[in-house]
């Protein structure tokens, strides 16, 4: 079975940064794309930004030049680099990866539990 473990949300003041993790852990053949969501208070969840396996990244238009996704394959994980946090970007962030079980199978979304990012002074 296939888990997404998060790391790296808590409190924030407006200005700062975090740094988000998400590891892949279990039986797989391959990972595909991954990404990152979130879901603010009474908002739908939505995405943040995406990369493929070939490193191309998609952003939000409201992360753009602040959030930096990346991935490190070795590991089978997934960064966010969040600067010059807003409280507007509070939110639960929640990480999703799509990954082949086998090698004759197709891509399976999975996502991880979530983690909450607070952003206030």
């Known amino acids: 079975q296939v888990q997404l473990v998060e790391s790296g949300g808590g409190l924030v003041q407006p200005g700062g940064s975090l740094r988000l993790s998400c590891a892949v852990s279990g039986s797989f053949f391959s990972i595909g794309s991954m990404g990152w969501y979130r879901q603010g208070p009474g908002k739908e969840r939505k995405l943040v930004a995406s990369i493929t396996t070939g490193d191309i990244t998609n952003y939000a238009d409201s992360v753009e030049g602040r959030l930096t996704i990346s991935r490190d394959n070795a590991k089978n994980t997934v960064y966010l680099q969040m600067n010059r946090l807003k409280p507007e970007d509070t939110a639960v962030y929640y990480c999703?990866?799509?990954?082949?079980?086998?090698?004759?199978?197709?891509?399976?979304?999975?996502w991880g539990q979530g983690t909450l990012v607070t952003v206030s002074s």
């Open positions: 999703a990866a799509d990954y082949r079980a086998h090698w004759w199978g197709t891509y399976v979304s999975v």
